[in-house]
């Protein structure tokens, strides 16, 4: 038991280290390539964050460990809303933009039920299985590309901050190496140590996933969260963890489905409701404290622009709900076993 702990925790050290050296690296030399900052935040850091998942999801998707790779994910973006938002929530209530509202949490929306129609394939196509195959992670990847479009459209409008620290070149391909070997090296140790336990203690793959591969992944999400919020950039803050939610359902879900396709389990449908249902709270309550409204929301929600400025708020009260309810979603889970 110990050494599969140790393999369990080793594993999640090493994505960590492995994403931090992968977006110094990478962010140092798209700056010195004259990438602008903005571009590069968007673009590699927000990639490089997502990265522990993408890794621990190709490594048990290839090691036929379904459950691991699809609870990983849907895990992530229930911890993300739930436990992250709600932690930093009752820190201190968070102002959130209007396009965050009006656009991005919306999107994620989008995105979790698109994930639940694509992979329910019984009901809608009469299968034996419900999978999440190689059309439907080009569907995803076509989504996820369309994503980029418009955030890189709407970022060229604002100013360029430029905080990317330039290293060496030979500094900046040695930190993206040792990135690559470290997220390469802790996705095997994750899933290896993850099945090892659920093997001794006889907790289902999907537990695991959900839980300590999901929030151990959310690790990056959680610290440059918290972080944000107590330096009062509420907006940084929420725009990670909802960004983060859809990069891993567009990009990793469809990327993983189109290397190899994955089984979804008739659980895993339950915990993309879930998802959907925390995404739709959290959408809730941030128009509950808008200060212009539900006419406000729909005027920006169909506008062609996105409006900047801060209409919206999660209150102390409401992070503590969504706490609790992490807590009882963990508890139904420990009670299903």
Same mark, same amino acid.
């Given at each position: 038991?110990?050494?599969?702990?140790?393999?369990?925790?080793?594993?999640?050290?090493?994505?960590?280290?492995?994403?931090?050296?992968?977006?110094?690296?990478?962010?140092?030399?798209?700056?010195?390539?004259?990438?602008?900052?903005?571009?590069?935040?968007?673009?590699?850091? !927000? *990639?490089?964050?997502?990265?522990?998942?993408?890794?621990?999801?190709?490594?048990?998707?290839?090691?036929?460990?379904?459950?691991?790779?699809?609870?990983?994910?849907?895990?992530?973006? /229930? !911890?993300?809303?739930?436990? /992250?938002?709600?932690?930093?929530? !009752?820190?201190?209530?968070?102002?959130?933009?209007?396009?965050?509202?009006?656009?991005?949490?919306?999107?994620? +929306?989008?995105?979790?039920?698109?994930?639940?129609?694509?992979?329910?394939?019984?009901? +809608?196509?009469?299968?034996?299985?419900?999978?999440? #195959?190689?059309? #439907?992670?080009?569907?995803?990847?076509?989504?996820?590309?369309?994503?980029?479009?418009?955030?890189?459209?709407?970022?060229?409008?604002?100013?360029?901050?430029?905080?990317?620290?330039?290293?060496?070149?030979?500094?900046?391909?040695?930190?993206?190496? =040792?990135?690559? =070997?470290?997220?390469?090296?802790?996705?095997?140790?994750?899933?290896?140590?993850?099945?090892?336990?659920?093997?001794?203690?006889?907790?289902?793959?999907?537990?695991?996933?959900?839980?300590?591969?999901?929030?151990?992944?959310? +690790?990056?999400? +959680?610290?440059?969260?918290?972080?944000?919020?107590?330096?009062?950039?509420? #907006?940084?803050?929420?725009?990670?963890?909802?960004?983060?939610?859809?990069?891993?359902?567009?990009?990793?879900?469809?990327?993983? !489905?189109?290397?190899?396709?994955?089984?979804?389990?008739?659980?895993?449908?339950? #915990?993309?409701?879930?998802?959907?249902?925390?995404?739709?709270?959290?959408?809730?309550?941030?128009?509950?404290?808008?200060?212009?409204?539900?006419?406000?929301? *729909?005027?920006?929600?169909?506008?062609?622009?996105?409006?900047?400025?801060?209409? *919206?708020?999660?209150?102390?009260?409401?992070?503590?709900?969504?706490?609790?309810?992490?807590?009882?979603?963990?508890?139904?889970?420990?009670?299903?076993?």
């Amino acid at each position: 038991m110990l050494a599969a702990i140790v393999t369990l925790f080793g594993g999640l050290l090493l994505l960590y280290k492995g994403a931090d050296w992968l977006v110094g690296g990478s962010s140092s030399l798209a700056r010195r390539l004259g990438i602008k900052p903005i571009v590069i935040g968007l673009t590699v850091v !927000a *990639f490089g964050t997502s990265a522990p998942e993408l890794f621990v999801n190709l490594t048990a998707s290839f090691a036929g460990k379904a459950d691991i790779a699809v609870s990983n994910i849907i895990g992530s973006n /229930i !911890a993300n809303i739930l436990l /992250i938002l709600g932690v930093v929530a !009752a820190i201190r209530p968070l102002r959130l933009r209007t396009d965050t509202v009006s656009r991005q949490i919306p999107l994620a +929306l989008l995105a979790s039920a698109l994930v639940l129609v694509l992979a329910n394939d019984r009901l +809608l196509v009469g299968r034996a299985l419900d999978r999440l #195959d190689h059309i #439907d992670g080009i569907i995803l990847l076509a989504f996820f590309a369309a994503f980029l479009y418009y955030v890189v459209t709407i970022a060229a409008r604002e100013p360029d901050k430029d905080g990317i620290d330039k290293k060496a070149v030979g500094i900046s391909l040695g930190l993206l190496a =040792l990135g690559l =070997l470290g997220l390469s090296l802790g996705g095997k140790l994750t899933v290896d140590g993850a099945v090892g336990i659920a093997q001794l203690l006889g907790l289902s793959e999907r537990f695991i996933g959900l839980t300590i591969i999901a929030i151990g992944t959310s +690790l990056p999400e +959680l610290l440059t969260s918290v972080v944000a919020v107590i330096k009062r950039h509420d #907006d940084i803050a929420v725009g990670n963890i909802v960004g983060s939610n859809i990069f891993n359902i567009f990009w990793i879900l469809g990327l993983s !489905a189109t290397i190899r396709p994955l089984p979804v389990s008739q659980s895993n449908l339950f #915990d993309i409701l879930v998802v959907i249902g925390a995404t739709v709270l959290l959408l809730v309550f941030s128009l509950m404290n808008g200060k212009r409204g539900l006419t406000h929301w *729909f005027k920006v929600f169909f506008a062609r622009q996105a409006s900047p400025e801060e209409g *919206f708020a999660v209150r102390r009260w409401q992070g503590a709900v969504l706490i609790s309810l992490y807590a009882a979603y963990l508890a139904m889970l420990l009670a299903s076993m």
